[in-house]
Nanobody, 116 residues
């Protein structure tokens, strides 16, 4: 069982930056692939970024490539999402995800609002 808690969301102007954090519980947290997803009002939840357990590989949605960066610190059971050059269309609730062997765990989400 893994419990996830996101933080770092807020209101920012277009062009600004935010760093989201997600801290997890559980002895095997470091073994999970970790990711970020987002859900805008009235839309489905979509993939943003992911990172393997050892940080050897990352993946990004095309819409955030070159602007967002995912990283993790297994010693702190934390995954980060650095978001730069934010756009109004990045406005959404951002969710942290931990996945391993077909099991998925989700945080409760943190709101990111980008004003134009």
């Amino acid at each position: 069982q893994v419990q996830l808690e996101e933080s770092g969301g807020g209101l920012v102007q277009a062009g600004g930056s935010l760093r989201l954090s997600c801290t997890g519980s559980g002895r095997t947290f470091s073994a999970y692939t970790l990711g970020w997803f987002r859900q805008a009002p009235g839309k489905e939840r979509t993939f943003v970024a992911a990172i393997t357990w050892d940080s050897s590989s990352t993946a990004y949605a095309d819409s955030v490539k070159g602007r967002f960066a995912i990283s993790r610190d297994n010693a702190k059971n934390t995954v980060y999402l650095q978001m730069n050059s934010l756009k109004p269309e990045d406005t959404a609730v951002y969710y942290c995800n931990a996945a391993r062997f077909g099991y998925d765990y989700w945080g409760q989400g943190t709101q990111v609002t980008v004003s134009s």
